[in-house]
């Protein structure tokens, strides 16, 4: 079946440091979505993409979709400690409405 | 307006018990969605209803069903409890389809469930 990977599983970064973590998909997607968890918390939705190369730009986060859309990235500028959560990306399956999620990256941040 | 609400955030069942976890999704949302959050497995998704209806199905045991209501409230019934069972039960709900109709999903807090 269909299958989303995410790397780095998890990231350790300083306080103002950038990095960016990717997702890729075993098969074509018509959209992906970001979520984000904090410890604790529940998944909320940050953003989806849907055309081919598309860009989008929350703030300090900048996502990607891939050209192929099998892929996408997350790339965060200036981490502060808020940023601190679990980053999950998820596309729909075929054209059912099942979400398959990746397993996140964990983001810590050292201040 | 108030957002997804799920009972009870948490409980305890011993083994071979039966649980029923609720959902309230966001009024006027009619797709309502179940996943199963592990450390292991991550999120994986169990079902989804719409007009009363369970339009997609994961690849889960028969002992987990869901039905939903007209109000389109939802429920979900995890029968013959298993140890790994434990897990945070989510719920999301969106308007009328999910996501590969481009409609974005909003999840609830979700219901600890520890089976001892």
């Known amino acids: 079946g269909q299958q989303v990977m995410q790397i780095p599983q998890y990231q350790h970064v300083q306080e103002g440091e950038d990095f960016t973590t990717y997702c890729n998909s075993s098969?074509?997607?018509?959209?992906i979505q970001w979520y984000k968890q904090r410890p604790g918390g529940h998944p909320v939705f940050l953003i989806q993409?849907?055309?081919?190369?598309e860009v989008k730009k929350q703030k300090r986060l900048t996502f990607q979709f891939g050209e192929a859309k099998k892929n996408s990235s997350l790339h965060i500028t200036a981490t502060q400690t808020t940023d601190v959560g679990t980053y999950f990306c998820a596309g729909p399956q075929g054209g059912s409405e099942k979400l398959v999620f990746g397993k996140g990256m964990k983001l810590t941040v050292n201040p | 307006k108030a957002g997804v609400t799920q009972t009870p955030r948490y409980l305890i069942k011993t083994r071979g018990q039966q649980v029923t976890l609720s959902c309230s999704p966001i009024s006027g949302h009619r797709s309502v969605s179940w996943y199963q959050q592990t450390p292991g497995q991550g999120l994986q998704f169990l079902f989804e209803y719409f007009s009363e209806t369970q339009r997609n199905k994961g690849n889960f045991p028969g002992r987990f069903s869901g039905r939903q209501f007209s109000n389109s409230r939802s429920e979900m019934n995890v029968s013959t409890l298993e140890l790994g069972d434990s897990a945070l039960y989510l719920c999301a709900s969106s308007r009328t389809g999910g996501p590969t109709s481009g409609n974005t999903i909003y999840f609830g807090e979700g219901s600890w469930l520890t089976v001892v």
């Open positions: 993409l849907v055309k081919s190369g």
């Open positions: 098969t074509t997607l018509s959209n």
